[in-house]
């Protein structure tokens, strides 16, 4: 990766770290907020728990199906959406990581209650 492309990436993990810490700071507003040593260590452990998942979702992805393939089925699916005359992607949605981890276990009850406990996220 070129030191230009990995600057791209800032502004969106910005965003997606100040999520923990903007949950965190309403926590603050409801509970203690006098205390500013509960307020700071709920954002504090909000973020860094938030990013030792993220370090660990990456490193799962790549020792399970490797970067390329992830990198070839997100470029397959935007491809085909900002090329014009590219080909149709394989899979008509995005392969958020979730899905290409249903598709790795045959089980198809752990199939569903992923479906539906990720469903629960929004």
Known sequence: FGFSSTLLLLPFL???????VWGATLYGEVRGAKEYRKVF???FWGLWITVALVAV?????????????YYAANA?????????????????????????A????????????????MGLWF
């Open 41 to 43: 260590s709920a954002m």
């Open 102 to 117: 249903g598709w790795l276990v045959g089980n198809h009850l752990f199939q569903a209650l992923l479906i539906v406990v």
């Open 57 to 69: 979702i990456i490193l799962l992805i790549v020792k399970t199906i490797g970067w390329d393939f």
């Open 14 to 20: 910005a965003f997606y770290l100040l999520w923990p």
């Open 76 to 100: 397959s699916y935007w491809n085909s959406i900002f090329t014009p005359g590219s080909p149709a992607p394989p899979v008509g949605i995005w392969p958020y990581p979730v899905m290409l």
